[in-house]
C-alpha cells in the first residue's frame, strides 16, 4: 500500500524514481509471527486476572469502524521514515484528508459530547478513524483543540459552539494528529500551538515538558511525557477538580480503547514506563482516545484472553454501538485495565502464554518482553 502511495505521490518526477522508493518500501516487510506462538495463544485460557468490572454506565457510547488505508500499518522503517521526515507524507496525509472528507462527510462515526459542571468534552470524527476534540469552558465561551487533523471539521465545531479557541494540544508529530495547525493557528491569530519540543510539531509556539500545565478559562491541562509512539509523545490529562467532575485523558497514540500504539521511536520498556505513567491515573478517568479502533482491538484481546468476561461484555456493547455508526469513546481506565491487554502485563495468565519463563529477569523486564510480544502479534493480527 506503501508503495503504491509513493509512487502517486512522485507521479510527473519519473517511473524510475517510483521503481526505486517502490523497491526500498517492499524490502522493509514486516517478519512474520512465530507459528509456535500463535498456536499457544490459540489455545491457552486465562483464568487469572478476569475480575468481575461494575456494569458499563448506559452513559457512555462507542464509534463503528470501517478499515482505512492506515500509513502506519506495518510496511517498515523506510515508509515511517519517509512519511515523517519528507514531503510525502504530507502529501499522502492530504490524500487521506481529502479521500475521507468524501467518504465521510459527516464523519466517520456519530459521537455525542459530555457535559460537566461547566465543562463540555466534543469529540470530532476526522480522517477515516481518527478523534480530535474540543474542550471547552462553557462559561467564558473558550476551546482547546487536541490533535486537530482535519481543519475545516475542527472550525465548523468551533463555529456551531460560537467559542474562541485559543490553544492547540498535539499529542505527537504524525500528520493525522497535527495536520491542522497551521490552518487553524494562522485564522484564530491568538492561539498558541502547545507540544514536545523533542517531536518536530508543526507551527509549534509554546513547548512542553512533563508536568507542565496550560490554564485556559477553568481548564487546567496537565501535559505528561509518555514517549514510545514517538520520542516526543505527550497526553494530556484535564484535572476534574475546578468542575467537580471526572478528569479526562486524551491519549493520543499511546493509549486506544484495549490497545495501545506502536513502538515507533522508543524501546518495549519505554513504552512501558509510559502505560505505567497513565495507570497511575484514577479508575474513574475518563479515557479519549486518538483513534476509533475498538473492535479491532478487542478482537484481538479475545485472542490472548479468551476468558475474559469483561472483554466479552465490553465487545457485544461495541458492536452493538459499531452496527448504529456510533463512537466508543469515552470509556473508563478501570475499564481498560480489565480487558486491556497492553495494561495487563503483570496478569499471570498473560506471562504464562506469551513472556518469558520464571527467573529470566527482574519483573520490569518481563512486563517490557510481554509487552513486546503482545505488539509484535498484535501488530500480525491486524494484517489478517
Not at 278 to 290: A, N, R, S
Amino acid at each position: 500500500m506503501a508503495a503504491v502511495v509513493a509512487a502517486t505521490a512522485l507521479k510527473g518526477r519519473g517511473a524510475r524514481n517510483a521503481r526505486v522508493l517502490r523497491g526500498i518500501l517492499s524490502g522493509a516487510a514486516a517478519n512474520k509471527v512465530s507459528q509456535n506462538r500463535s498456536r499457544a495463544l490459540q489455545s491457552h485460557s486465562s483464568p487469572e486476572c478476569k475480575e468481575e468490572p461494575e456494569s458499563l454506565s448506559p452513559e457512555l457510547e462507542y464509534i463503528p469502524r470501517k478499515r482505512a488505508k492506515n500509513p502506519m500499518k506495518a510496511v517498515g522503517l523506510a515508509w515511517y521514515s519517509l512519511y515523517t521526515r519528507t514531503w510525502l507524507g504530507y502529501l499522502f496525509y492530504r490524500q487521506q484528508l481529502r479521500r475521507a472528507r468524501n467518504r465521510y462527510p459527516k464523519g466517520h462515526s456519530k459521537t455525542q459530547p459530555r457535559l460537566f459542571n461547566g465543562v463540555k468534552v466534543l469529540p470530532i470524527p476526522v480522517l477515516s478513524d481518527n478523534y480530535s476534540y474540543l474542550i471547552i469552558d462553557t462559561q467564558a465561551r473558550l476551546a482547546v483543540a487536541v490533535d486537530p487533523s482535519d481543519p475545516r471539521a475542527v472550525q465548523a465545531s468551533i463555529e456551531k459552539e460560537g467559542v474562541s479557541l485559543v490553544a492547540i494540544l498535539c499529542t505527537h508529530k504524525h500528520w493525522d494528529h497535527s495536520g491542522g495547525n497551521r490552518d487553524l493557528s494562522r485564522r484564530h491569530r491568538d492561539c498558541r500551538v502547545y507540544g514536545s519540543p523533542q517531536d518536530g510539531i508543526p507551527y509549534l509556539t509554546h513547548p512542553l515538558c512533563h508536568q507542565d500545565v496550560v490554564s485556559v478559562g477553568r481548564l487546567q491541562i496537565r501535559a505528561l511525557a509518555t514517549p514510545g509512539h514517538t520520542q516526543g509523545h505527550l497526553v494530556y490529562l484535564l484535572d476534574g477538580e475546578p468542575y467537580k467532575g471526572p478528569s479526562c485523558l486524551f491519549s493520543g497514540d499511546l493509549l486506544f480503547l484495549s490497545g495501545c500504539g506502536r513502538t515507533f521511536e522508543g524501546t518495549a520498556e519505554t513504552m512501558l514506563s509510559s502505560l505505567d505513567t497513565v495507570l497511575g491515573l484514577g479508575d474513574d478517568t475518563l479515557l479519549w482516545p486518538g483513534h476509533e479502533y475498538a473492535e479491532e482491538n478487542l478482537g484481538f484481546a479475545g485472542v490472548v484472553e479468551p476468558e475474559n468476561l469483561a472483554r466479552e461484555r465490553k465487545m457485544q456493547w461495541v458492536q452493538r454501538q459499531r452496527m448504529e455508526r456510533k463512537g466508543t469513546c469515552p470509556s473508563t481506565l478501570g475499564e481498560e485495565r480489565s480487558y486491556n491487554p497492553f495494561l495487563r502485563t503483570h496478569c499471570l495468565a498473560l506471562q504464562e502464554a506469551l513472556g518469558p519463563g520464571p527467573g529470566d529477569g527482574d519483573d520490569g523486564c518481563s512486563r517490557a518482553q510481554l509487552l513486546e510480544e503482545l505488539r509484535r502479534l498484535k501488530d500480525t493480527h491486524k494484517s489478517k
